[in-house]
């Protein structure tokens, strides 16, 4: 348990001074952002989810509209 704690804290103190160092280059506070990045996260991930969604369905509508058909029986 200790060992996670001490590996959770690394990562918490390296990782964030990326982002202090580009708050005290912007003149900004660092929480602003750690918040901007995770927000950010949050709008890219469902960007790609709701175009993989909007593909998916523009697809399924192409297959439908452009389906060969062998002779006039087949509606």
Known sequence: MKFFHRLLLYFQKHGYYVCQRIADRLGIRA??????FMYLTFVTVGFGFALYL???????I???V???RNSVFDL
Do not use: C, Q
Request: proline letters at 0%.
């Open 54 to 60: 909007f593909l998916a369905f523009w697809m399924r």
């Open 31 to 36: 929480k602003i952002v750690r918040t901007s």
């Open 66 to 68: 452009y389906t060969k």
């Open 62 to 64: 192409k297959d439908i």
